[in-house]
Each structure stands twice: as C-alpha cells, then as structure tokens.
C-alpha cells in the first residue's frame, strides 16, 4: 500500500515522502496514529498543492530576509559606554542591546539570538556585527562605540 507520511517516521521516512508499505503495517500503525494518509489521487493533488505554498512562502522569506538585510548594510548603529581613566571602560555591549537599538532608533526587529557575536563588545571603536536572518541570507551590521564619562 502507498502511504503519504504526514509526520517524520524512523524507519520509513520524512513528512510528505511516499513511501510502499506493507497492508497490515498501514492499518495498524501508521493510520490510527496519524502519521500518515493513503496516497489517493486526492491526497496526492494535495500534497503537491501544499508543496507549491511551502516553496512560495519559502520565496517570500527569503526577498523579506534579503531586504532586510539591505536595510541592516546601509545602517550605521551609535552607542555609547562608560569609560573611566584611562580608556577603561565598564560593561559591554551584547547582542540584546543592539537589538533594542535597532528597534528603537530605526524601527527594524531582529531577534537577539539572529546577532552573532563570539564576544560582547567592551571597547570604544567601530565593530562589524553579523546578522543571520535566513540559512542564505548574513547581513553586516556596522556598529560605532563611542566613550562616555
């Protein structure tokens, strides 16, 4: 029996492969527990219509990361930090306080857990932040710390 899988199954395969399985196997396991539908050639025709809204919503999410990310290069991020004598300064800058930065001075969301940083900032200079918005998409985001007494 043909058998559309609607859930990852171990031995079988992914969601939305077709797979070949044995009668008893369909009915007794992958039916009743919802992990998969019979391959009619109605749930074929839906499958393959779900299939092209996936692709076109994954289009979608990719021109939206890409614009972003054209905001994010043409942004130039200002922040301060205390600095004491010296040039020491006190605290840092994390990727949490430049997403609020962001939002608060240009209206632009991103996650703090999309900023990459190996380090939070903790001197005075211009610093060249990552930004992943999508798995094809890296923003570079120019951020200028400058010292406040």
């Given at each position: 029996?043909?058998?559309?899988?609607?859930a990852?199954?171990?031995?079988l395969g992914?969601?939305?492969?077709?797979?070949?399985?044995?009668?008893?196997?369909?009915?007794?396991?992958v039916?009743?527990?919802?992990?998969?539908?019979?391959?009619?050639?109605?749930?074929?025709n839906?499958l393959?219509l779900q299939?092209?809204?996936?692709d076109?919503?994954a289009?979608?999410?990719?021109?939206?990361a890409?614009?972003?990310a054209?905001k994010?290069?043409?942004?130039?991020?200002?922040?301060t930090?205390?600095?004491?004598?010296?040039?020491r300064?006190?605290?840092?800058i994390s990727?949490k306080e430049?997403?609020?930065l962001?939002?608060?001075?240009?209206?632009?969301?991103?996650?703090k857990?999309?900023i990459?940083?190996?380090?939070?900032?903790?001197?005075?200079?211009?610093?060249t932040?990552?930004?992943k918005l999508?798995?094809e998409?890296?923003a570079?985001?120019r951020?200028?710390?400058?010292?406040?007494?």
């Amino acid at each position: 029996m043909k058998v559309i899988l609607l859930a990852d199954v171990k031995s079988l395969g992914k969601k939305g492969d077709i797979v070949e399985v044995n009668n008893g196997y369909a009915r007794n396991f992958v039916l009743p527990k919802k992990l998969g539908v019979e391959a009619t050639s109605k749930a074929m025709n839906d499958l393959k219509l779900q299939k092209q809204n996936d692709d076109k919503v994954a289009a979608e999410k990719l021109a939206e990361a890409k614009d972003l990310a054209g905001k994010l290069e043409a942004t130039k991020l200002v922040t301060t930090i205390k600095v004491g004598e010296g040039g020491r300064t006190f605290g840092s800058i994390s990727s949490k306080e430049i997403a609020e930065l962001l939002k608060k001075n240009y209206d632009i969301t991103v996650d703090k857990k999309k900023i990459v940083m190996k380090d939070p900032i903790k001197a005075v200079g211009e610093y060249t932040v990552q930004v992943k918005l999508h798995p094809e998409v890296t923003a570079d985001l120019r951020v200028s710390v400058e010292g406040e007494k």
